[in-house]
T-cell receptor, first 112, second 118 residues
Framework: GDSVTQMEGPVTLSEEAFLTINCTYTATGYPSLFWYVQYPGEGLQLLLKATKADDKGSNKGFEATYRKETTSFHLEKGSVQVSDSAVYFCALSGQAGTALIFGKGTTLSVSS | EAGVVQSPRYKIIEKKQPVAFWCNPISGHNTLYWYLQNLGQGPELLIRYENEEAVDDSQLPKDRFSAERLKGVDSTLKIQPAELGDSAVYLC????????????????FGPGTRLLVL
């Protein structure tokens, strides 16, 4: 079945460092891909998405490109801030078109 | 605008006891989801409602779990009896439309209910 694999955390960075969180997927057909973020004590929030190959999703300085040839959707940010500390989840839309399938999440900790 | 509201935020019970979780979705959102999130894992769908109809409950363990969404608004998820392995976070999400690839289909999540079964 469809699945998502994320790099294991925690990822610990200093402020202004470059961030990459790897995400690869296995899916039948052409899924849509998502990154969700969960700040401490809050619910999951959609960060960005891409619905077809070569699309780039971006938001709040984060971006990810849908790479069909490598089945990847890596999350990047050029300069992280302390406020970016959170858990990041990669997800795809399942075959049914409505169920989200999530990776295990990657914890990011940014220190000043 | 209020987000998805869940209660209680935390619940501690002894095994074999019943427990119920409540979710109030964003006003006007017809689609409601219950997800289970085990420690160190991503959320997994338990059940999805379109209005008051459960359209995907294939992952709901029906021997002990039940859910309802009367009048197509609030929803309740129940476990009876609870087992030690049910300790997890139960997330509720809602969207205006079913397809998450569209802006209407964006899922908005509540803060979750953290359940501990002793």
């Amino acid at each position: 079945g469809d699945s998502v694999t994320q790099m294991e955390g925690p990822v610990t960075l200093s402020e202004e460092a470059f961030l990459t969180i790897n995400c690869t997927y296995t899916a039948t057909g052409y899924p849509s891909l998502f990154w969700y973020v969960q700040y401490p004590g809050e619910g999951l929030q959609l960060l960005l998405k891409a619905t077809k190959a070569d699309d780039k999703g971006s938001n709040k300085g984060f971006e990810a490109t849908y790479r069909k040839e490598t089945t990847s959707f890596h999350l990047e940010k050029g300069s992280v801030q302390v406020s970016d500390s959170a858990v990041y989840f990669c997800a795809l839309s399942g075959q049914a078109g409505t169920a989200l399938i999530f990776g295990k999440g990657t914890t990011l900790s940014v220190s000043s | 605008e209020a987000g998805v509201v869940q209660s209680p935020r935390y619940k501690i019970i002894e095994k074999k006891q019943p427990v119920a979780f409540w979710c109030n979705p964003i006003s006007g959102h017809n689609t409601l989801y219950w997800y289970l999130q085990n420690l160190g894992q991503g959320p997994e769908l338990l059940i999805r409602y379109e209005n008051e109809e459960a359209v995907d409950d294939s992952q709901l363990p029906k021997d002990r779990f039940s859910a309802e969404r009367l009048k197509g608004v609030d929803s309740t998820l129940k476990i009876q009896p609870a087992e030690l392995g049910d300790s997890a976070v139960y997330l509720c999400a809602s969207s205006a439309g079913g397809d998450p690839t569209t802006s209407l289909g964006t899922q908005y999540f509540g803060p979750g209910t953290r359940l501990l079964v002793l």
